[in-house]
């Protein structure tokens, strides 16, 4: 009698084949309803934080003002252990920023007195709710997904997702500066008679150098290429900031975050020793670490808005460059409970639906997201493992 299987290991690959075809089907949510269990059990990889009460009052918050004050006070609470004062004070001034643009232009959608004339400020959206839920929406993939947290993930995680918008202000400085003024003058008669464009840069080099004497723009570049295998440039991403006057708020943001915490680095261990110092509160302040977890994070925070001219050759992958993989899905998927101008509230979590099978994301949003959401994931490797479709 001829076998029909051949050994043990055919039997046990044709039942795995038969087990794909009949899986379970797909259990969707809104994303807050997957991140509200997500804090109510527990994350597996990653070490809960102390104050789940405080997060589960900003998921489940509506008003929009508590709501952003509530993510401020719980971004304090989350990177205050890790002894970074005063890096959640610019999310505040952050906060502070955008609800005087939406005043502004009136945030009940009737037009500002300035309305013709600020389009920037007509779709400005909120950065600070987006920060902590762009936190939460991180651990819950890392949960699902499986991904790999090495020990310094946790804290990368951390300052990658929280404060990957700060340099944000300065983008829309720029913009109104361009707006107000001197798209007027560039506008007023021809070229010929005008002569070159005027432009108005800012000077960005001080925030190139760190206090060890080192160039930050080398570190961050040291990170795409040696660690991540990526062929981005970071003196590319910042020299096309200084040569076009157009400012990315990615590459100001990963410069804003590491001059900082190098001064508090400095600040509590001048000579710069690899391993640090007794600092008394559990910190040792080693460079080594900077260079660990500081470093990657901030080019994280520069690749999650960098064009895709920086991905033409090399896509992110998440086993490679599980980071920066992390911070550009979060920051592309994650849209709900935004205010912005003509919407005080923001599109509600119940207009959007996640489900994770395996290692894909399956993820619905409303029509009108999802040309920008599959834009944004364009720089991802092994795109077809997230499925974007209308809710």
Not at 139 to 164: G, M, N, P, R, V
Not at 306 to 330: D, G, H, T, Y
């Amino acid at each position: 009698m001829i076998s029909l299987y051949n050994g043990p290991r055919d039997l046990l690959c044709r039942t795995l084949r038969l087990s794909k075809v009949k899986s379970m089907p797909i259990l969707f949510q809104p994303p807050q309803d997957s991140i509200r269990n997500l804090i109510e059990n527990g994350p597996r990889k990653l070490s809960a934080d102390a104050c789940p009460r405080i997060l589960l009052d900003f998921v489940n918050e509506t008003d929009p003002d508590r709501k952003a004050l509530i993510a401020v006070s719980m971004i304090g609470v989350i990177i205050n252990p890790h002894g970074k004062p005063h890096l959640p004070d610019t999310l505040q001034q952050l906060y502070n920023f955008e609800t005087m643009l939406r005043a502004h232009n009136g945030d009940n959608g009737a037009a500002g007195p300035q309305d013709n004339v600020f389009d920037v400020q007509r779709r400005s959206r909120d950065h600070v709710i987006h920060a902590l839920n762009t936190y939460l929406l991180g651990l819950l993939l890392i949960e699902k997904l499986d991904i790999d947290a090495c020990e310094t993930l946790e804290f990368q995680w951390k300052i990658a997702s929280l404060f990957h918008d700060i340099g944000y202000p300065l983008e829309i400085a720029k913009k109104l500066i361009d707006q107000s003024i001197l798209n007027l003058l560039n506008e007023l008669v021809p070229e010929e008679i005008r002569g070159p464009e005027f432009k108005v840069n800012f000077k960005l080099s001080r925030f190139r150098t760190l206090t060890t004497g080192e160039n930050a723009l080398a570190l961050i570049q040291n990170v795409f290429s040696s660690r991540w295998d990526l062929e981005a440039s970071s003196s590319g991403s910042y020299n096309s900031c200084q040569n076009t006057g157009r400012i990315k708020h990615g590459v100001i943001s990963s410069l804003l975050v590491m001059s900082h915490i190098d001064l508090l680095y400095k600040k509590n261990n001048p000579s710069d020793l690899p391993e640090g110092v007794n600092s008394g509160n559990g910190l040792s302040w080693g460079r080594q670490d900077f260079y660990e977890s500081i470093v990657p994070a901030c080019a994280a925070i520069m690749l999650h808005d960098a064009s895709m001219s920086s991905f033409e050759q090399k896509k992110i992958k998440k086993n490679v460059a599980p980071l920066a993989w992390l911070l550009r899905v979060c920051d592309a998927l994650q849209d709900w409970d935004r205010p912005h101008r003509g919407n005080p509230i923001g599109t509600p979590s119940a207009q959007y639906s996640i489900g994770i099978s395996g290692d894909t994301i399956h993820f619905k949003c409303p029509q009108d997201r999802i040309g920008v959401i599959k834009g944004d994931l364009a720089a991802i490797d092994s795109l077809e493992q997230i499925n974007i479709a209308p809710v």
